[in-house]
Each structure stands twice: as structure tokens, then as C-alpha cells.
């Protein structure tokens, strides 16, 4: 059976779309940094994925993609996003030969200009089409979820402690032939002030879980896989802007792959970590 690596989001866990940011009792300026702010994001994603193979036993697959991220403002809830880098390692027990792997460094050099709402969500992102890795990784939709990480999404009503609020999130990927839908919701918390790097900012907690459904033709073998999963994260934005200044979560998924006649278990851990790149 030919072996297809599911992509998930870059940049956080899979079943973490974004936390919320806000000044306590205001949002009349979310996400509107000053003119002349740039930033770099280092997103750090390592995922652990085992299958247990009939007459092979567990073979397990190691990856770990590092993805670095320029954002600069040039309007009100409108930024300029680049990749200056992008690289992916992987350790694999299984056979390799002949397979598909993803490539990441072609996301070097994008750029993309994100024109968020009101409530922080991506409505715009320009310069997705034509690149390949984004291709590779499972389409626009799929790498739209991962830059909204960035740029997060605001509860409602005012962010202050105590401040509660969830968010759903359905999307569709395309890899290797592999046709997954997604669907995620997270709930969170703004459980406390702190100061980061000198900075004021909320302490954010949250909760979520992801299912994901889906199968596709792989060389002339239909595959199907349904998996569930969830995890947890914490989040820390600065007061006033919604700006993410870190980000640390891990979650688990679980579930199987079908073909030819096999049931294949599979597991999945994710860590991910977002951090202003020094």
C-alpha cells in the first residue's frame, strides 16, 4: 500500500485554530499595530504519527517542520506576511522509497497580504494560488487556518479574566489525492494578566477537539481514514492589539485507515510552539 502522508496545519496543533486578544473592557483597536511594527513568528511543529502495519507492527514517522513568518502592518487589520524560511525534517521506520514527501521550502519567498474582519477571522489572503507547497500541504484552505494563528480571533463581548468564548472551524484538504474534511472547535479562557518580554498581556487556556474524515485513490487503492482527537494550549497576547506574542499547545489524535480488506490503527502527538524570533 502505497504510504500517504497527511499534512496537517502548519503552524499550530491541529485542532487549535487561534485564541483572542483584546483591552479589557475595549476592542475599539484589535489588531491595528502601530505603522512602523514588524515581526518575525518561529512556528515549530513536531508530529509523531504510528501505524500499526499488519504483518510489520508499529511503524512510526517523526516530523518536525520549522516555519519563520514576517508580518508587518500596512493598514488597519491589514498585514503584509512573508516566509524567510521554511524546512521540515523527517525520521521515518517506514519504507520510503517511491513515496510522496512533502517539501516545504518552496513557501520560502511567499508573501500574502491577510485582511482580517472585525472579529480578527481572515476574509482576504492574496498569493496562494500559485505556490506549490501550499499545493503539496493540502491546499489554500488548509494554509488560510494556519496563518489565521497569527492573527487571532476575538471573543464577542470585552476580553478580561474570566472572559470565555469558543470557536468552530470546517475546512476541506487535498493531498497526494487524499480528499480530508476538517472540523475543529476550541474553547477558551482568558484566565489571567502577566507581562512577556515586558510586554502586558492575557494568559489564554484552551481546549479542543478535531475530527477529521476522508479518503482518496492511492495508485489504484482505495484508502479511507476517519480519526478524532484533542489537546490543549496556552496563549499569550498582548493588551490592546490582539498581537500573539507566544504560543505553546499539544494534542493527540486517534483513528484508523481502511484498504484493501485492512484495518490499520494509527496515532498521531502534536507539539507546536509560536515565538517572536530573536
Known sequence: MRRSYLWTPLLLTFLTAACAGGMAG????????????????????????????????GMTTTTTSTVVFRVVPVGARTF??????????????????GQDMPDISALKGLTSTITLGEDGVIQTATGLTENSAIADMGGEASF?????????????????????????????ANQSGMEMAFLSTS?????????????????????????LVGGGDQMGVMIDMDAAGDGTGTF?????????????????????????????PLSMVQTATVNVKR
Do not use: N
Open 236 to 264: 499569550f497576547v498582548e493588551k490592546g492589539t490582539a498581537r500573539l506574542i507566544r504560543y505553546e499547545g499539544k494534542g493527540t489524535l486517534a483513528g484508523g485507515v481502511s484498504a484493501q480488506g485492512m484495518d490499520i
Open 144 to 172: 488560510r487556518e494556519s496563518m489565521q494563528s497569527l492573527f487571532l480571533p476575538l471573543p464577542e463581548g470585552a476580553l478580561e479574566v474570566g472572559t470565555k468564548w469558543s470557536r468552530e472551524s470546517r475546512f476541506e
Open 187 to 211: 474553547d477558551y479562557e482568558c484566565v489571567g494578566e502577566t507581562i512577556i518580554d515586558g510586554t502586558a498581556a492575557w494568559e489564554i487556556k484552551e481546549t479542543g477537539k478535531v475530527s
Open 26 to 57: 475595549s476592542r475599539t483597536a484589535p489588531h491595528v499595530w502601530p505603522a512602523d511594527f514588524t515581526i518575525d513568528y518561529e512556528a515549530v511543529q513536531v508530529q509523531g504519527m504510528t501505524m500499526e502495519i499488519p504483518g510489520m507492527g
Open 80 to 97: 503584509d506576511l512573508t516566509v524567510t524560511d521554511a524546512r521540515i525534517d523527517i525520521d521515518s521506520a517506514m519504507p520510503m522509497e
